[in-house]
């Protein structure tokens, strides 16, 4: 309930968004296309991805058409569904089913991601010996809300839109510089003659980046997101939390540990955010205490001298 509460903030936000796409797309469509054409294409790229966001929800399985296109995920090879299938049925022996789908990444890193009703799993996961204990901490994102509403928070932005965004930001700060570079000119022109400290074309430049960025948000989606992070940190670290505790419960604990004493898993990340919403290992170890009461001290230091 909380995370449909701050996803529906975050789409409320995101609809100022849909009435400049409209006007945007309808202006420059009509240039090229009857109308009636420019219209219906403005309606569509106006308020498409807010209703393709909802379908997330309500609508049938997702996150392995357009998102495994964007991730260039693959089908497993048959060696590599064979490690699946054995992790997978252990899984199902401790009464956690399968996702719909399963894709693989071929990217660097022991990480594992749900999306919508689709399971990405990095490449080299798959050595790992704790890959049943990641799989079902997924799995407890899978079977909550979790996959539902990462799908839903990438549908706010139109597909290609993120590569958009970054190439036009890139061209913005080339051209920054050189502005920096002329300003930094002017400062020291008007400090030498009237002695007056002047930043004015410093901050011109941030102020432009910032409100270009927004502008750009707005267009191709993410505007809200962006707006809301600050109210997404304490969910996102909360339902990791949850998920360590479903494959806790489910008679991973240990498996969990050692893995996460090793690395972290990256995987319910905001779109358009570098931040991490990961808890510590602390955090983690703390929320799986009600597993590990029999163990006294360090618990990660009891698990690695478990046989």
């Not at 449909?4 to 009509?30: C, F, K, P």
């Not at 570079?181 to 432009?208: D, H």
């Not at 910032?210 to 600050?230: D, E, M, P, W």
Request: hydrophobic share 45%; net charge positive.
């Amino acid at each position: 309930m909380a995370g449909i509460v701050r996803y529906s903030l975050t789409l409320l936000i995101e609809l100022a968004g849909v009435a400049l796409r409209y006007v945007v797309i309808e202006h420059t469509g009509s240039r090229f296309l009857p109308v009636a054409a420019s219209e219906i294409l403005a309606l569509i790229g106006g308020i498409g991805p807010p209703c393709y966001s909802l379908l997330a929800w309500f609508g049938p399985p997702g996150g392995h058409w357009i998102v495994r296109w964007k991730l260039q995920g693959r089908r497993p090879t048959i060696t590599e569904q064979m490690i699946l299938t054995n992790a997978l049925r252990v899984l199902a022996n401790r009464g956690i089913p399968p996702p719909d789908f399963i894709y693989i990444l071929d990217q660097p890193g022991l990480n594992a991601g749900v999306i919508g009703h689709t399971l990405y799993i990095h490449r080299e996961l798959l050595d790992s010996p704790h890959l049943a204990a990641v799989l079902a901490h997924e799995m407890g994102h899978y079977h909550s809300s979790d996959g539902r509403l990462a799908l839903a928070l990438q549908r706010l932005t139109i597909p290609g839109g993120k590569t958009l965004v970054n190439s036009i930001m890139q061209g913005y700060d080339l051209i920054g510089r050189g502005l920096a570079l002329v300003f930094g000119l002017m400062k020291v022109l008007v400090y030498v003659l009237l002695r007056v400290e002047c930043n004015f074309g410093v901050r011109l430049i941030r102020f432009g980046r910032q409100f270009v960025r927004a502008v750009l948000l707005t267009l191709v989606g993410g505007y809200g997101i962006v707006a809301t992070t600050y109210i997404w940190r304490d969910y996102l670290r909360q339902r990791e939390l949850a998920a360590d505790r479903f494959a806790a419960y489910h008679g991973f604990v240990y498996s969990l540990l050692l893995f996460l004493e090793q690395t972290r898993l990256l995987e319910m990340n905001l779109p358009w955010s570098d931040e991490s919403f990961h808890p510590t290992l602390e955090e983690r170890i703390a929320a799986l205490q009600p597993y590990l009461r029999h163990l006294s001290g360090n618990p990660v230091k009891h698990v690695m001298l478990k046989p």
